[in-house]
């Protein structure tokens, strides 16, 4: 093999080794979650209903700040509705999961409080987000 093919070979080698790399971390980014998290919180950043608003409408000063305190109030109001029905949706969420569990086998149950498991997890996490906001 001449050095000049053999330099298109290690070429080629380098090119298809760099897509495989590349696909393998875009495929590990976006299961790990990673990559979602990112793109969301610059998509908060970028797309706040305040600053939205402000480009539609040209809002000025004041009106951006007279805005800011309204969407806290509102979002002060949606927290508490929350919290005032959280226990209603936890009761039909607690039967609904007791149907499906008379509906399993004794094999699927496990898989099925692990599944739970790991909602009710994300359900805690995002509660104490809501939290700190």
């Known amino acids: 093999m001449t050095s000049s093919r053999r330099a298109v070979v290690y070429l080629v080698l380098v090119f ?4 495989v790399l590349g696909s393998l971390a875009t495929y590990w980014a976006q299961t790990s979650g990673w990559v979602k ?3 969301s919180r610059t998509r908060k950043a970028r797309h706040s209903p305040v600053d939205w608003l402000t480009r539609e409408l040209d809002l000025t000063p004041e009106q951006q ?3 800011e305190v309204i969407l ?3 979002g002060t109001g949606y927290r508490t509705i929350r919290e005032r029905v959280r226990p209603e949706y936890e009761q039909v ?3 609904g999961r007791e149907k499906i569990r008379a509906l399993l ?3 699927q149950l496990p898989k099925f409080e692990e599944l739970v498991r790991h909602i009710d997890e ?3 996490h995002r ?3 809501e939290k700190k906001k």
């Open 16 to 19: 298809l080794l760099g897509g």
């Open 37 to 39: 998290a990112a793109s």
């Open 65 to 67: 700040k007279e805005l």
């Open 72 to 74: 806290d109030e509102t």
């Open 93 to 95: 969420r607690q039967a």
């Open 105 to 107: 086998t004794k094999e």
């Open 122 to 124: 994300k359900h805690r």
């Open 127 to 129: 509660r104490e987000k």
